[in-house]
Nanobody, 127 residues
Framework: VQLQASGGGLVQAGGSLTLSCAKS????????MAWFRQAPGKVREFVAAIVSNGARTYYSDSVKGRFTISRDNAQNTMYLQMDSLKPEETAVYYC?????????????????????WGQGTLVTVSS
């Protein structure tokens, strides 16, 4: 399985961007997917996750209400709609997936639980 993230770019504070993550190769019906981000000099942090059938989503407190994660399993693609972007959200955004479902909600939030990562796409929010 390979993941290809795209859609990053330069946007002004308060603006919007939509990221995409295309999955190729073998796919798993139970695969959760997630977005993480990493700003320069900082650790990678959880942004949002979605269960295999899209029925449940999870967000970090910092993006809740502004970001929307979704997936189209027919197209093997996941999305992250980001609204009201802030300069401090400038980072490389990574998509990730795992070959098995998670037993707990907490597991969705940990980067270490995902074994397949995309290459990342840079989002720059200017003030």
């Amino acid at each position: 399985v390979q993941l290809q993230a795209s859609g990053g770019g330069l946007v002004q504070a308060g603006g919007s961007l939509t990221l995409s993550c295309a999955k190729s190769g073998r796919t798993w019906s139970t695969a959760p997917m997630a977005w993480f981000r990493q700003a320069p000099g900082k650790v990678r942090e959880f942004v949002a996750a979605i269960v295999s059938n899209g029925a449940r989503t999870y967000y970090s407190d910092s993006v809740k209400g502004r970001f929307t994660i979704s997936r189209d399993n027919a197209q093997n693609t996941m999305y992250l709609q980001m609204d009201s972007l802030k300069p401090e959200e400038t980072a490389v955004y990574y998509c990730a997936t795992e070959s098995r479902s998670f037993a707990s909600i907490r597991a969705y939030y940990a980067a270490g639980n995902y074994d397949i990562w995309g290459q990342g796409t840079l989002v720059t929010v200017s003030s």
